[in-house]
């Protein structure tokens, strides 16, 4: 996938368990796993916008485009 | 009152009373066939290529009733947009284009089975079309549960 996330990387940074994160920003632990193995086909914008929020970062610091070749 | 889950479960008893009708015209073709060429005064000659074409028609046929009670048994159990579903609407729709084959063929000796064989060819068509959509739609299922 052209689009990676890097969100155990912020996580690891902020210290903050998956459990505790998909309990701030209300999705499920089952969704935010699929977030964080790079299985995702599409991310909310309110969902960024909450991860931005309780990461205190920008969506640049949880998206990254992987050149592909 | 009528609903769209007694409607799955009509179809489903449909189904089932189909399969069982296919099976009993399987195991008393023979008689069937018998009777038929005597009631109708045809030539016996006639009854070899009739049961070749019945014998030969009903393994599709079967196959399709199969295919089309685990179709009906997934949508009981609210599995619609599935790989699966795809798979067994494709194998009903080349088992309807198997039949129409044979009935085609068949024609050369019933000029009958020829209409036959169009109606089914028909309805393999359709049954593809639906394929193709419900193949879309499992793919845009696919997209919108894997958006977070």
């Given at each position: 996938?052209a689009?990676g996330?890097?969100?155990?990387?912020?996580?690891?940074?902020?210290k903050i368990?998956?459990?505790?994160l998909?309990d701030?920003?209300?999705i499920?632990?089952?969704?935010?796993s699929?977030?964080k193995n790079?299985k995702a086909?599409?991310?909310r914008?309110?969902?960024?916008e909450?991860?931005?929020?309780?990461l205190?970062?920008?969506?640049?610091d949880?998206?990254?485009?992987?050149k592909?070749d | 009152?009528?609903?769209?889950?007694?409607?799955v479960i009509?179809?489903s008893?449909?189904?089932?009373?189909t399969?069982?009708?296919?099976?009993?015209?399987i195991?008393t073709?023979?008689?069937?066939?018998?009777?038929?060429?005597g009631?109708?005064?045809?030539?016996?000659?006639v009854?070899?290529?009739l049961?070749?074409?019945?014998?030969?028609c009903?393994?599709?046929?079967?196959i399709?009733?199969?295919?089309?009670?685990?179709?009906?048994?997934n949508?009981?159990k609210?599995?619609?947009f599935?790989?699966?579903?795809?798979?067994?609407?494709?194998?009903i729709?080349?088992?309807?284009?198997?039949?129409s084959?044979?009935l085609?063929?068949s024609?050369?000796?019933?000029?009958?089975?020829?209409?036959?064989?169009?109606?089914?060819?028909?309805?393999?068509?359709i049954l593809?079309?639906?394929?193709?959509v419900?193949?879309?739609?499992v793919a845009?299922?696919?997209?919108?549960?894997?958006t977070?």
């Amino acid at each position: 996938m052209a689009i990676g996330v890097n969100l155990d990387v912020i996580m690891a940074k902020r210290k903050i368990s998956a459990g505790e994160l998909s309990d701030k920003i209300g999705i499920t632990p089952a969704n935010l796993s699929i977030l964080k193995n790079n299985k995702a086909k599409a991310i909310r914008f309110s969902t960024l916008e909450e991860l931005c929020k309780v990461l205190d970062c920008q969506p640049g610091d949880i998206l990254e485009y992987i050149k592909e070749d | 009152m009528w609903n769209p889950n007694k409607s799955v479960i009509a179809s489903s008893i449909c189904t089932k009373i189909t399969i069982g009708i296919v099976i009993g015209i399987i195991l008393t073709a023979p008689y069937l066939v018998n009777g038929y060429v005597g009631y109708a005064a045809k030539n016996p000659a006639v009854i070899r290529p009739l049961l070749v074409t019945i014998y030969a028609c009903a393994v599709p046929g079967l196959i399709a009733m199969l295919s089309l009670n685990k179709l009906l048994a997934n949508i009981k159990k609210k599995a619609v947009f599935i790989e699966k579903n795809v798979k067994l609407l494709r194998r009903i729709s080349w088992c309807s284009f198997a039949v129409s084959g044979i009935l085609f063929v068949s024609g050369f000796y019933y000029l009958m089975f020829v209409f036959i064989a169009f109606a089914a060819a028909f309805f393999g068509l359709i049954l593809r079309v639906v394929k193709n959509v419900i193949e879309q739609a499992v793919a845009i299922k696919n997209e919108n549960d894997f958006t977070i």
